[in-house]
């Protein structure tokens, strides 16, 4: 974890398609991309920017997320989130976030992310059946 400092960037890409419209999350009636497709994205260029740097056996989830999505991206069009790591606590990160389709800025915001020791994380998820 020593190696985790502020300033590490990381960034996924999708297209724009009817799998990941807002019609098809069911958290809108319109055919562009969805709010929770582009948070997963956001969620997915932190995690892969930071996973290098943690031990086997380790692996960051999703915390904590406040984004605001500004533009809408219709099927067809490329969107890149980005994210750069801003703080270290402990097993808390803090990232910077934004996605932009081919035109815009389409979205931005502060994600946090937590390391866990996936054994003991599945283990105590699995607790939750009995």
Do not use: W
């Amino acid at each position: 974890m020593a190696d985790l400092q502020p300033g590490i960037k990381g960034s996924a890409s999708t297209s724009c398609t009817d799998q990941n419209t807002a019609i098809a999350y069911g958290s809108g009636s319109i055919r562009v991309f969805a709010t929770p497709a582009m948070i997963g994205l956001m969620e997915e260029a932190a995690l892969q920017s930071v996973q290098p740097y943690l031990p086997p056996g380790q692996t960051t989830v999703g915390i904590k997320v406040d984004v605001q999505h500004l533009a809408a991206t219709p099927p067809g069009m490329q969107v890149t989130a980005t994210s750069e790591l801003v703080e270290v606590d402990g097993r808390r990160l803090v990232f910077r976030v934004e996605a932009r389709d081919e035109k815009d800025l389409v979205g931005q915001g502060i994600h946090e992310r937590f390391i866990v020791q996936v054994d003991k994380f599945l283990s105590r998820a699995a607790a939750k059946l009995g």
